[in-house]
């Protein structure tokens, strides 16, 4: 074998080689990247904020806790709705239930289907398939070990932001500094752009969640949806995931609105908001407010999400466009690098010159 032959292919041995590593590390490495990557996100929507009330005079550590508090005055309203749905959720969960039981058992005698769906017990005004799931003081132990993680990694997400802030500037020039003398105009350049395309993505995200979600609202509201601002909330946090978040938060306003007992008048006004808030995102809304800044092209897109929802669960499958979008951005701006950087990107196709 000749060197030419051998040199392609050892160069894409290594390129495999070093795909599994990664792959290997932010699986292996989800507990201590996941945090930091997410809290790496939400320090880039408020650091605007900081900027800003800096040049209002405003002192670096001042600036940093107005924009931290802006960022937990979002999450604690958003957690006080929800939660304010939730709770009456919970409460009236036993009817809920036995709604969906009777109208599960009413379609299958009138559709049929007896054979394929099967019967569900009819409860009593006291019972509830709650009371035959095994209870244990195990399993108690778990949830509530599993709320404390969370709990815990929410609070380490929010010190990371408040220290990355406080550090931007130094990790800025760590990565200057890094790159040699010659590239580190480069290096500068793609932090900028990789900054503005994520801060514009989100923000623009932020405006599209809140406005679906005011359309949700209405239109479950006007069908007397049981629970429409939280199912609302609810669908419109899904659409962050593209294309399998808007399927996902479909089904479920359709079993709530069919477990409520509105029949087929509900489910087809679930269907027809949607149908509209949906046109409203994909024509309107999103190149309006969302534009295309992070030029990935559905391919791409959809292994992304998806795979980083393998890896790191739901919270990577709603960080997975940006990241992606950082990673495309680095990938232009390095030699030998910029074939897969057109690989994830929208840019027209042309086959290469043959000279």
């Not at 379609?107 to 398939?129: C, K, N, Q, T």
Request: charged share 15%.
């Amino acid at each position: 074998m000749s060197d030419s032959d051998g040199s392609p292919l050892l160069r894409s041995t290594l390129q495999l080689i070093l795909v599994i590593g990664v792959v290997t590390f932010l699986f292996f490495g989800r507990g201590f990247l996941l945090p930091i990557v997410v809290a790496g996100i939400l320090s880039l929507i408020v650091d605007p904020i900081d900027e800003k009330l800096r040049s209002w005079g405003w002192k670096p550590g001042f600036a940093i806790f107005g924009a931290f508090f802006v960022l937990l005055v979002f999450f604690v309203g958003l957690f006080f709705a929800i939660s304010q749905q939730m709770s009456s959720l919970v409460e009236s969960w036993p009817q809920l239930e036995r709604a969906l039981s009777s109208q599960i058992n009413a379609f299958r005698e009138s559709s049929g289907l007896g054979g394929l769906i099967p019967e569900l017990p009819s409860f009593e005004d006291d019972e509830s398939v709650m009371e035959d799931l095994p209870v244990t003081s195990e399993s108690v132990m778990s949830i509530l070990s599993a709320t404390l993680s969370t709990m815990g990694d929410f609070v380490l997400v929010l010190v990371y932001v408040i220290l990355m802030l406080a550090q931007k500037q130094r990790l800025r020039s760590f990565i200057i500094r890094l790159a040699p003398d010659e590239k580190r105009g480069l290096a500068h350049q793609t932090m900028n752009e990789g900054r503005e395309v994520v801060q514009k993505y989100l923000r623009g995200q932020l405006i599209l969640i809140a406005t679906l979600a005011a359309l949700y609202s209405a239109g479950f509201l006007i069908i007397g949806m049981e629970y429409a601002i939280l199912i609302a909330i609810l669908v419109a946090v899904m659409s962050l995931i593209p294309y399998l978040g808007n399927i996902l938060g479909g089904l479920i306003a359709v079993a709530i609105a069919f477990a409520g007992g509105g029949g087929s008048t509900a489910i087809f006004g679930v269907l027809i908001t949607m149908s509209i808030a949906q046109f409203l995102e994909s024509y309107f809304l999103t190149p309006l407010v969302v534009g295309d800044e992070v030029n990935l092209n559905p391919l791409t897109t959809i292994l992304c999400v998806v795979g980083l929802a393998i890896l790191w669960g739901p919270i990577g499958a709603v960080i997975a466009i940006p990241l992606t979008g950082i990673v495309r951005i680095v990938f232009s701006h390095v030699r030998g690098l910029e074939d897969y950087a057109f690989l994830m990107g929208q840019e027209k196709a042309k086959l290469p010159q043959r000279h």
